[in-house]
């Protein structure tokens, strides 16, 4: 069987995808985080906007999930906790949430992205310095 691997891609769509439902069903704001559930059996709801959540064994023609590979990394990455329950005889249920980096994260353009990428690397604080000398020097002359 050969297993497709999950890419930061897929994990930054969920992301988007999960931060974009929380802001259909509770709004703006981070106060209702630990009431938006992400449950594990539920990787068919996402199939419309990833298709690529599952991946299909053409030997044995079945398909599996991989929501789960996806949030732990997710979890991995402190942008979503787990949680499991077992209450007598019910079977344990594992349930996610987002929590406030991933809100944040998710909630960030690729422009805000790269400004933080700025602001932690101090490095291109030189280029960035020198660029604008060099622009100032020419709106000087024109």
């Avoid at 931060?19 to 449950?39: A, F, M, N, S, T």
């Avoid at 059996?41 to 929501?67: C, F, R």
């Avoid at 291109?124 to 310095?129: D, L, N, T």
């Amino acid at each position: 069987m050969e297993k497709k691997k999950i890419t930061k891609k897929m994990e930054e769509k969920l992301l988007k995808i999960l931060y974009r439902r929380y802001l259909e069903e509770y709004g703006y704001g981070v106060r209702h985080l630990d009431k938006y559930e992400i449950l594990v059996t539920g990787a068919e709801i996402y199939v419309d906007e990833m298709p690529e959540i599952y991946s299909y064994d053409k030997k044995n023609q079945t398909k599996y999930s991989l929501l789960m590979p996806i949030l732990d990394e997710l979890q991995a990455k402190k942008f979503v906790r787990g949680f499991s329950t077992s209450t007598g005889f019910e079977p344990r249920k594992y349930y996610y949430y987002l929590t406030e980096d991933g809100y944040i994260h998710a909630s960030k353009s690729k422009l805000d992205h790269f400004i933080s990428y700025l602001s932690q690397n101090t490095g291109w604080a030189i280029p960035v310095a020198a660029l604008s000398l060099v622009i100032s020097i020419i709106a000087l002359f024109f």
